[in-house]
Every structure is written in structure tokens, then in C-alpha cells.
């Protein structure tokens, strides 16, 4: 098995990590609301802001461990279960991104314009990291680059 150094995210801009499906709403809402949207539109994420700031999110794994079998919580308002996380620019680099993450947050939200336009998760952090690491192997390895060299010169 090949052993390959950990790619170079200083090669990587932040619109190459592809975030998670997410809504915006209120801190108001009541938590029954936010979890009926998540449900509806398939989002794992809320992003909760009051007057125009982000709060933080709520994620479906808290949804699971805190409403759940917990009837009270469904009529409290969304900012009850708002989980506060690292808000960064879109100008912001991967190395934030990577720094951000491994500092205990579970994601982070990523705004541009002051509104928030993308919400990066461990989850979606793995998958970048595999396509960097794929991308630095393709990049490295001679044989890759003259097999794909070949077949584009032959089509």
C-alpha cells in the first residue's frame, strides 16, 4: 500500500468544500417548527438568527438527544437548543476551516454578505479532505497523470 503525505490545503479555496443542506429561521420559531422544516426539507441543519446575527445552529443529533421523548421542549423557541459555532467569511481559507474543527466545534457556518450561505460540517470536512487527499495522489503520482494524458489524446 502506497503511503502519501497529508495534501497541502493551501492549494484548496473554500469553495471547494461542499457544505451541508441547511435552513434559516428565527430564534423564535418554537422548536416543533424547526424540526417539522428539518423533516420536511430533508435539512440536518437550522441555522438560527436573531435580528440578522447567527446564534448558532441546531443539528438533527440534538434534536435526537434533547426533544426526543421530551414534550416540553417542543413549544420552547428554537434558541433553547441553539448550539453556538465559528461563523467565518467566505474569504476565510481551508486552514480555518481545518483549525475551526479540530477545536471541538461540530461545524461552522460560513457567510458572505452577512448571511450565511454555507454550513460545514465534520462530516462534510471528511469528504473535502478525501477529495484533497485524492487530488494530491493524482497530482503526485506520474503514472495517473500519463494514463489520463493517453486517453485524452486518444479520444
Known sequence: KMQHNPPDLSSFHLGQVYGEHFFVTGADQTV???????????????????DSKILGVIEGSTVAQRVVGQPAQ????????????????????????????????????????????????????????????????????????ASVNRAAVAS
Open 32 to 50: 416543533r417548527v424547526v424540526v417539522e422544516r428539518m423533516r420536511d426539507e430533508g435539512c440536518p441543519i437550522a441555522v438560527i438568527t436573531e
Open 74 to 145: 417542543w413549544t420552547q423557541p428554537a434558541s433553547s437548543l441553539v448550539q453556538a459555532v465559528p461563523v467565518l467569511d467566505v474569504k476565510a481559507t481551508v486552514e480555518e476551516v481545518r483549525r475551526h474543527l479540530s477545536d471541538q466545534a461540530n461545524s461552522i457556518v460560513v457567510v458572505g454578505n452577512s448571511e450565511p450561505v454555507k454550513v460545514i460540517t465534520r462530516a462534510s470536512w471528511l469528504r473535502f479532505l478525501n477529495f484533497a487527499i485524492n487530488t494530491a495522489i493524482f497530482q503526485a503520482s506520474p503514472h495517473i497523470e
